[in-house]
């Protein structure tokens, strides 16, 4: 399980903690929204459905997200995809 230190978004190093912060003070509607939380979901566009599954959730830090290992390996995988 993903601590609050742990990066969520991985291109712009946006920890699980600011973008719960995040959405507790600003109450974004749309994941989209979370780009004014320092960028994240901006990048390659991997941890979107994550950021999602956090605003959906009443109680985000309790959502059910992968390891940091598992979460950044399989965004390499991710982007691997992308560009071929
Ligand atoms: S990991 Fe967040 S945009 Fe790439």
Redesign the pocket.
Known sequence: MMNDDDEL????HVSKRKVINYIRIHRPRVPSQLSECYG????????RPFLRRLLEEAQPEQAELPSPEAYAQQ?QQYRDKRKT
């Open positions: 978004c991985l291109c712009f994240a979901g901006t990048g390659c566009g991997w941890c965004r």
